[in-house]
T-cell receptor
Framework: DAGVIQSPRHEVTEMGQEVTLRCKPISGHNSLFWYRQTMMRGLELLIY????????DSGMPEDRFSAKMPNASFSTLKIQPSEPRDSAVYFC????????????FGEGSRLTVL | GDSVTQMEGPVTLSEEAFLTINCTYT??????LFWYVQYPGEGLQLLLK?????DKGSNKGFEATYRKETTSFHLEKGSVQVSDSAVYFCALSAISGNTPLVFGKGTRLSVIA
């Protein structure tokens, strides 16, 4: 079975540019999570959705970050404008059993902002 | 609020050594407990879990026992291999049912031949 699919796997962009990260959760999973991982701050939960509805976005660092889930099979995380401090690996994860269930992670999108 | 504390790394061991990574938690009631592993360049994946006190989770030679009296869920393996080199995360799922998994900060393990 296909796991969580993220794209792009790697993105290099210049400061000020818009970045869009994409995620396709596992079919049938009803919760989706976006995480950010850096050496300095570790793994941070940015936002999560249940049944396509955003539940908590208190982890989103700034208004430059936004996330959408227009349907059960697709979500985006957008950064506009991007800054060098946004450089990180961004993970998407999905869960079959709601927001407290076992998480299945994608392989991540490594973002470098120059 | 609920929290997980795990030993800081990095941990460096020789092949075939015994591994223990400590994890303690603070939570209301009896949460479910998890260990996730992240291999280099990959996302986290579930290694093992335990859903009630005294349960033992096991997988790939790793074990962890849910100890409610010490609020702990220590990860152990009797003989590590180079391929076990990874970052290990302890996590809990609150019984309230309205918050996501709470992760520890992760412990990096390096196994040398």
């Amino acid at each position: 079975d296909a796991g969580v699919i993220q794209s792009p796997r790697h993105e290099v962009t210049e400061m000020g540019q818009e970045v869009t990260l994409r995620c396709k959760p596992i079919s049938g999973h009803n919760s989706l999570f976006w995480y950010r991982q850096t050496m300095m701050r570790g793994l941070e939960l940015l936002i999560y959705f249940n049944n396509n509805v955003p539940i908590d976005d208190s982890g989103m660092p700034e208004d430059r970050f936004s996330a959408k889930m227009p349907n059960a099979s697709f979500s985006t995380l957008k950064i506009q404008p991007s800054e060098p401090r946004d450089s990180a690996v961004y993970f998407c994860a999905s869960s079959l059993a709601g927001i407290t269930g076992e998480l299945f992670f994608g392989e991540g999108s490594r973002l470098t902002v120059l | 609020g609920d929290s997980v504390t795990q030993m800081e790394g990095p941990v460096t061991l020789s092949e075939e050594a015994f591994l223990t990574i400590n994890c303690t938690y603070t939570a209301t009631g009896y949460p479910s407990l998890f260990w996730y592993v992240q291999y280099p360049g990959e996302g986290l994946q579930l290694l093992l879990k335990a859903t009630k006190a005294d349960d033992k989770g096991s997988n790939k030679g790793f074990e962890a026992t849910y100890r409610k009296e010490t609020t702990s869920f220590h990860l152990e393996k009797g003989s590590v291999q180079v391929s076990d080199s990874a970052v290990y995360f302890c996590a809990l799922s609150a019984i309230s049912g309205n918050t996501p998994l709470v992760f520890g900060k992760g412990t990096r393990l390096s196994v040398i031949a």
